[in-house]
């Protein structure tokens, strides 16, 4: 028995023997373990710091530059097409340097010269090199409304929020919807509480996210229910406005040639002045306005003359077709070019808002005269736009179809409700809708 298991063990042996030279196993054989391959990591670069500061009253570009250890940049030696002048820079430009940890020196430095692009710096191996870049600016089109109760821009300002458009553009969209009507609405006489307003503008944002104000694209101005719409079309690439049956808003004067602030004095036949302090015709409209408020021809003419007229102070009279002429008086100062003889154009900048000769405060004193005899400038008919030509009369019809569905924008249809369902939180009675629309 002994030899037998003797022998059993040496077979069982002798045929691990074999099965280990030949590498073929009755059973299944643990894989040997594989080793992970190495991963290369990449370098970890640290992030890049970027320093804001702005530009003092009184202080150099240079001396700006100083403070960041940057003190080899030549300015004077840019490139002139670069629209940086060093010695014209106002303070408040915020410039931004950008290094790689805070105890660097910066290796790029860039500048907001106007909304539409900045001047960036670069350092190379040999100085510094400037480029112009370009800043992309998007449009969105923002549709508000509301009625008046005061004032536009009181309208305006209450239907637009901060985050749409800041305090400075709001007042910009007034200004602007009030150019729009400017031939047909008179806003400090014909505006009456309950009148509403439907605007369509742009609101432009920038690559960084900053927003302002773009431009009117449309309107609807209804007053005592009298509808007056406006859309913005460029004909022969001169952008205008028209009504919805193509006919420019356009008329041959303006009603008013200044933005003001309310009328101090109106068209009267007899009026105390405030100057003399004796009562007499006053023949013009006075228009309440901060010194130096840009005042435009109210129409196409010619500078009859410009120049110092007794109690109007620095006057300027300009005549235009079919006997009308219109004055200028008490302004501080006049436009360059404007003398006698010259050429303008309606809504060009003749002179700014003063107060010489008898006034007693900031005004522009503004005459309309037909054939030498004064007219109240705010009842006088302005007659008829132009009409849209017939060869871009298709083009005008789409555009003001697309300007349309975005100042009314259609509303989708209501599905029918079963009025045993039970309601919903948006279909619960008239308060709560109220409490959660904005």
Same mark, same amino acid.
């Given at each position: 028995?002994?030899?037998?298991?003797?022998?059993?063990?040496?077979?069982?042996?002798?045929?691990?023997?074999?099965?280990?030279?030949?590498?073929?196993?009755?059973? +299944?054989?643990?894989?040997?373990?594989?080793?992970?391959?190495?991963?290369?990591?990449?370098?970890?670069?640290?992030?890049?710091?970027?320093?804001?500061?702005?530009?003092?009253?009184? /202080?150099?570009? *240079?001396?700006?530059?100083?403070? &960041?250890?940057?003190?080899?940049?030549?300015?004077?030696?840019?490139?002139?097409?670069?629209?940086? %002048?060093?010695?014209?820079?106002?303070?408040?430009?915020?410039?931004?340097?950008?290094? !790689?940890?805070?105890? !660097?020196?910066?290796?790029?430095?860039?500048?907001?010269?106007?909304?539409?692009?900045?001047?960036?710096?670069?350092?190379?191996?040999?100085?510094? @090199?400037?480029?112009? /870049?370009?800043?992309?600016? =998007?449009?969105?089109?923002?549709?508000?409304?509301?009625?008046?109760? @005061? *004032?536009?821009?009181?309208?305006?300002?209450?239907?637009?929020?901060?985050?749409?458009?800041?305090?400075?553009?709001?007042?910009?969209?007034?200004?602007?919807?009030?150019?729009?009507?400017?031939?047909?609405?008179?806003? !400090?006489?014909?505006?009456?509480?309950?009148?509403?307003?439907?605007?369509?503008?742009?609101?432009?944002?920038?690559?960084?996210?900053?927003?302002?104000?773009?431009?009117?694209?449309?309107?609807?101005?209804?007053?005592?229910?009298?509808?007056?719409?406006?859309?913005?079309?460029?004909?022969?690439?001169?952008?205008?406005?028209?009504?919805?049956?193509?006919?420019?808003?356009?008329?041959?004067?303006?009603?008013?040639?200044?933005?003001?602030?309310?009328?101090?004095?109106?068209?009267?036949?007899?009026?105390?002045?405030?100057?003399?302090?004796? =009562?007499?015709? &006053?023949?013009?409209?006075?228009?309440?306005?901060?010194?130096?408020?840009?005042?435009?021809?109210?129409?196409?003419?010619?500078?009859?003359?410009?120049?110092?007229?007794?109690?109007?102070? @620095?006057?300027?009279?300009?005549?235009?077709?079919?006997?009308?002429?219109?004055?200028?008086?008490?302004?501080?100062?006049?436009?360059?070019?404007?003398?006698?003889?010259?050429?303008?154009?309606?809504?060009?900048?003749?002179?700014?808002?003063?107060?010489?000769?008898?006034?007693?405060?900031?005004?522009? &004193?503004?005459?309309? +005269?037909?054939?030498?005899?004064?007219?109240?400038?705010?009842?006088?008919?302005?007659?008829?736009?132009?009409?849209?030509?017939?060869?871009?009369?298709?083009?005008?019809?789409?555009?003001?179809?697309?300007?349309?569905?975005?100042?009314?924008?259609?509303?989708?249809? +209501?599905?029918?409700?079963?009025? %045993?369902?039970?309601?919903?939180?948006?279909?619960?009675?008239?308060?709560?809708?109220? +409490?959660?629309?904005?």
């Amino acid at each position: 028995m002994r030899g037998l298991r003797v022998g059993a063990a040496f077979a069982v042996f002798s045929a691990a023997a074999v099965f280990s030279t030949t590498g073929w196993w009755p059973w +299944r054989r643990m894989s040997a373990p594989v080793a992970a391959p190495e991963v290369a990591r990449p370098a970890v670069t640290p992030a890049a710091i970027e320093i804001l500061d702005t530009l003092r009253r009184g /202080e150099t570009v *240079s001396e700006l530059f100083a403070r &960041h250890g940057v003190v080899d940049l030549d300015l004077g030696g840019l490139d002139p097409a670069l629209p940086l %002048d060093p010695r014209r820079m106002r303070s408040g430009l915020v410039f931004s340097f950008r290094a !790689t940890t805070p105890d !660097t020196v910066p290796t790029r430095i860039s500048v907001r010269t106007t909304p539409e692009q900045r001047i960036v710096f670069h350092r190379m191996i040999d100085g510094w @090199n400037a480029v112009l /870049e370009p800043i992309a600016w =998007t449009a969105e089109p923002m549709r508000i409304e509301g009625s008046i109760d @005061n *004032s536009l821009y009181e309208a305006l300002d209450a239907q637009v929020a901060d985050d749409q458009l800041d305090g400075a553009d709001r007042q910009r969209l007034a200004w602007d919807l009030a150019d729009v009507y400017a031939w047909q609405v008179d806003f !400090t006489r014909d505006i009456q509480a309950g009148d509403r307003f439907q605007v369509v503008f742009e609101r432009l944002v920038s690559e960084d996210g900053e927003i302002r104000f773009g431009r009117v694209l449309a309107s609807d101005l209804t007053m005592s229910g009298k509808s007056l719409t406006a859309f913005r079309f460029e004909a022969d690439g001169h952008p205008a406005f028209y009504d919805a049956a193509g006919s420019s808003l356009r008329r041959a004067f303006l009603r008013a040639p200044v933005q003001f602030r309310r009328i101090s004095s109106s068209f009267a036949r007899a009026r105390f002045h405030p100057v003399l302090g004796i =009562t007499r015709r &006053h023949e013009g409209t006075d228009y309440a306005a901060a010194p130096g408020t840009p005042v435009m021809a109210a129409g196409d003419g010619v500078v009859l003359r410009a120049g110092r007229a007794g109690g109007y102070g @620095n006057l300027i009279e300009l005549r235009h077709r079919n006997g009308i002429t219109t004055r200028y008086g008490h302004l501080r100062g006049f436009a360059r070019g404007i003398r006698a003889g010259a050429r303008v154009e309606q809504g060009q900048t003749i002179g700014y808002v003063g107060s010489t000769g008898l006034a007693s405060g900031p005004h522009l &004193h503004y005459e309309f +005269r037909v054939n030498g005899v004064a007219k109240d400038a705010r009842r006088v008919a302005l007659g008829n736009g132009a009409p849209i030509r017939d060869g871009i009369r298709a083009d005008f019809t789409r555009e003001r179809d697309r300007l349309l569905l975005l100042l009314h924008p259609l509303q989708p249809p +209501r599905p029918e409700r079963d009025e %045993d369902a039970p309601r919903s939180v948006a279909q619960r009675p008239a308060e709560t809708q109220a +409490r959660w629309l904005p």
